[in-house]
Structure formats: structure tokens, C-alpha cells
């Protein structure tokens, strides 16, 4: 497999795919990462147009992990020199990913990716082997997807010990809005806050570290997938100040914070019960497979083992 | 010393003071509390009135460990039975508990305290021996407060493994509201926006168990913190909603969330490298002490080994 982009994801990639026994080799655009990664014994380059050149040769899994604004520049050499590998890609954005993809002319060999992972560090130095052990990994099944390649990306995510969860590209950007990007402004909007209040930080403990983790995260990657996210973002961001403001209100006119407490509460004791079913009687390939794959995957449903697919053997 | 209540935090000081060394008796209103308390070797007891006997008896410092809403009823019991015992709490708000200490009749004698710990459970056994090491221990410096009632509690305090931070309890309160009561609307505002949301929970990953841990708490101690320090909690959600409000429009006219994001991390690393240098140069009970003590606070000052008392030999 090739993997173009060697930071956090893209290096704990090739260092996950390498320890399950896969032959990885990758581009970094930074000379830095790719001394790092060559000291550490793996297969890298600062050539773009080389590592594409193996790619194809390979008919290798091309790996996309490049930040969003990364992408568009990085798809114009797939489509030059690789277009006929199977691609995936692990941006933390889906429509937006799809949009680029199909104005390269590339969807037909395209399956979107998402491990739900992540550190606030960057960089090859901070990858991690066991990055995707246990975390679901986002596989778009989009009417478009290619069985075949989307067996081969669902390999590769158990290889690195994640959970595939399947997903339609839109119901993925709303989710991750609600529970990925929203998380990141709100922990941004905290900081600020308690910033101009003497005494707030002498006495931040763990509600305030834990709700502040994530503005840790370097502004960059922050706003390249907020900014990618836009619409979703927008939703979920009403949503939660409507919340807010109604709370504001209650404290107001009658000191009650009782409605957004008690729902709060309930939502956060179903997310703690929330069941994840295997997903194992799909094969995949066969008449609905997409549509079957994503209504489990809203139910909560992930894939540990692979799944069967058609016209394999197996 | 004299522990009423005996909760998470009660239990847990019921527990830490012992292992120091001191000798502890408790109260509990439920018998279940008392009754595990005992089995775990504690000296606690259902009877308010026999415990506060006993405490007047020895002039132990009496620890008032319940929510604010039972306070008062609690003080009504102080002034009766061991009004000239010194007093302190743990409550997380200061203001409103100094007005109750002052309506009864007992400001000469209270020093306000607040051990900045606690998890999302409550309840004798959730108690831990080990909750308050490291912890700031907010200990008021307001104009009222007696130098050998201030030192007693101090000694707990550091017993305890926390460290004591001096604040002015309005200041406490304002601070309180940005870094704890804040956090924890934002995160049930969290919660309840991704719970509308298919999807949001099964790709939920750390960003949203982070943002959402506290909204785990029992909904009845997050309004009772919350709502007893509204004042300055809603300063802390006007000021998050306005930063959110810019955010969204920024994103919906521009694309763009880089004012929050930037401020937000820039305000994060002010607090990752926060020093909390050693207050060691003030002796309680000398004149100006307690303001003394309180901007030394403010600058992040922090109390690690007992201070000198003014008239006290050591």
C-alpha cells in the first residue's frame, strides 16, 4: 500500500499496516518527516511523482492523508500518474473529499475513510502504532463504492485493529459536525472565556482541562475541517447555542437550569448504553449491500471480522 | 474533626484525614451512608444533634459536606448546638454559603473552602482516600476571616495532599463559573445536540467522551452548583454564546472560524504553561494577610507546606 501524507494518521498508518505484515511505502512533502521515518526503518520519499510511479506499478492501495487543503493539488498527481489504484482516504471530512474526488475524475476506484482518531500532536514523531486499535473506522458506502475496493479498505482498517463503522458520506459530516467539530469550537469558546477571568486558571481542574483538551489541537487542522464542514457545522453550532441561550434564559428569569441539565444527562446515559452490535450476515456486493450496510451502521452496528464479499473466494 | 455529610467528598476527606492521622467522626442523613461508612471501619452516625454534641465537647473543626440546598438546615443545627466551634465547608460555590454562614450567625468562626476534585459519582462509596492529592484546595480570604481558624483548615487541606490556593470568595465564584459551571452546560449542550443526531453516537470518539464526561454527573449537584452561583455563571454563557454567535456568522459569511480558533488555542497554551509558584513569604495573621494572600492567588500561587501563623510557636 502507498500512503501519501506521513503525519500522525498517515504515520501511524504505515506504522499499524506494517506491523500487521503489509509492505507500506510512502510520500511526505516535508523532507523532516520522511528522515524521520526512513530512521525509524520505513519506506519513504519526498517524491511524489516517484511514489505514484510505484504505486501504479503495484496497483498498490493508495492512501490519501493529506489535510483537506492538501488534497485537491495531491489528486491532480493521483489522476496523472496513478488513476487506475484503488484510493481511500482517511480526512476527517466526507462530502467535501467526495466533491474534489469526483472533479478529478476519480470516484469509480474511491471508497472515503474515516478512523475517528487522534491526538492534539502532529507529525511523524507523534504516530503511534496502536493509533486505530479499538477506534471506529468510518467506510463510506455511497452509492457509487466498488465492492472490491471497498473490501480492500475495510481489510485494511481490521488490520490496524479499528471497527468499521459503514456510512453514507452526508450522514457521516452530520454526525461528525455533532460530535466531532462542535466539540473543538466548544472547547475553543471555553478557553476564551475562562482566559479573561483572574483567578480561572489557578483553579482549573479536570471539568476545565477535559473541556479544553481539543483546543490544544493546532489551529490549522482545526479549521480544516470545521471550514470543510461548513453546512453540518452550522446546524449543530444553532443547535447548541439554542440550548445555551434557553439555559441563559431559565438561569435568568427563574434560577433553573433543570430542562438542559436533565436532557443532557439523558443523552449522555444512552450514549453510555449505547450497544454496538456486530454487523455479520451482509455480504458484500450483493443486491443492497450499501444501503444494508449503512442502516446498520446508524444502528449502531460495526464490523470486527470481514465481511464476506461476492465473487471472492473465501 | 467533625464531617457532616458524607458523600463523595465528605467520605472522601472522612478517609483522607484518617489516613493523615487525625481523628474523624462523621454524620450522615441516610442511614445507608452511615451504615457503609461503619463498615468500612468509620466512626459515623445518623444523629445530627449527638454528632454536633460530641463535636462542641472536643471544639473539633466542623466540615459541612452537603449540597447547598441542605445547608441551612445544617446551620440551624451549628448555632444551636456548637456555635463557637471552628467551621469550614466544601462547597463548590463560596458567595451564597458565606451569606447563609452570615444570616446564622456564624462568620466569626468560618473559613469557606473548596476542594477543586470530584468525579461523576457520589455516595459513601464512591469516596476515594486518594481524591484530593494534588488538588487545589480553594481556601476564602475574605475580611472576616480569623487567622487560627484560617491555619486549622489550611493543615487539613494539606494533610489531605491537595494544595491550598487563597481567593477572595467572589473571586472564587467567578472563577468557579468560567472553569466548572461553564463546562458543564457546554457539555450537556453537547449531548443533547448529538443525541438528535443518527450516527453521532456511533462514530462518537474521544472529543465527545471528553466533552461530555461531566454531563454524567447526577443532574441534581449540577443545578445545585450551578444555580447558586447564577450571577456569575451567566456573565460565563453570555460570554461563550457570543463567542460561538461570532464563530457561526464568521462560518456562515466567510467560511471561516480562525477568531475562536486562534483565541482559543492561544488561550490553552497560556494555561498548559501556567506557573503555580510556591506562596512561602506570608505569615497568617499578620497585617495585610489576607489580601496578601489573595493576590498571590490571583497570580497562581499556590500554598505546599503549612505557612507560619502569626502568635503561633513552630
Same mark, same amino acid.
Given at each position: 500500500m502507498c500512503v501519501l501524507g506521513l503525519g500522525l494518521i498517515g504515520g501511524s498508518l504505515m506504522r499499524a499496516a506494517t506491523a500487521a505484515g503489509r509492505e507500506a511505502f510512502g510520500y511526505n512533502r516535508s523532507a523532516d518527516g520522511v528522515r524521520a521515518a526512513q530512521a525509524d526503518g520505513f519506506d519513504a520519499s519526498t517524491s511524489v511523482v516517484e511514489t505514484l510511479e510505484r504505486a501504479a506499478a503495484t496497483h498498490a492501495l493508495i492512501v490519501l492523508a493529506v489535510p483537506m487543503p492538501a488534497l485537491p493539488s495531491l489528486l491532480d498527481h493521483v489522476r496523472t500518474t496513478a488513476p487506475d489504484c484503488p484510493l481511500t482516504d482517511v480526512t476527517s471530512v466526507k462530502v467535501a473529499v467526495l466533491q474534489s474526488v469526483r472533479e478529478h475524475g476519480l470516484l469509480d476506484r474511491f471508497v472515503g475513510g474515516h478512523p475517528m482518531t487522534g491526538t492534539a500532536h502532529s507529525g511523524w514523531t507523534a504516530g503511534d502504532v496502536g493509533l486505530f486499535t479499538g477506534a471506529p473506522w468510518v467506510l463510506s458506502v455511497d452509492d457509487h463504492v466498488d465492492p472490491q475496493v471497498w473490501a480492500e479498505v475495510m481489510h485494511l482498517a481490521l488490520d490496524c485493529g479499528s471497527v468499521v463503522v459503514p456510512a453514507k458520506s452526508d450522514q457521516h459530516d452530520a454526525a461528525a459536525a455533532a460530535i466531532s467539530h462542535l466539540p473543538h469550537l466548544l472547547a475553543e469558546a471555553l478557553a476564551v472565556t475562562a482566559g479573561d477571568v483572574p483567578l480561572a486558571f489557578a483553579l482549573a481542574a479536570s471539568s476545565f482541562r477535559d473541556g479544553t483538551r &481539543? +483546543? +490544544?489541537? +493546532?489551529p490549522d487542522l482545526v479549521r480544516a475541517m470545521c471550514e470543510a464542514n461548513s453546512d453540518q457545522l452550522i446546524a449543530a453550532l444553532d443547535r447548541a447555542i439554542y440550548e445555551l441561550e434557553q439555559a441563559r434564559n431559565g438561569l435568568s428569569a427563574?434560577?433553573? &437550569?433543570a430542562d438542559l441539565v436533565e436532557s443532557g444527562h439523558a443523552a449522555r446515559m444512552r450514549y453510555d448504553s449505547f450497544s454496538r452490535p456486530d454487523i455479520s450476515l451482509i455480504t458484500v456486493g450483493e443486491g443492497g449491500w450499501r444501503n444494508e450496510l449503512a442502516a446498520a451502521g446508524r444502528a449502531g452496528g460495526v464490523i470486527r471480522s470481514a465481511l464476506p464479499v461476492r465473487g471472492s473466494r473465501g
Open positions: &481539543v +483546543a +490544544a489541537t +493546532a427563574m434560577g433553573s &437550569v
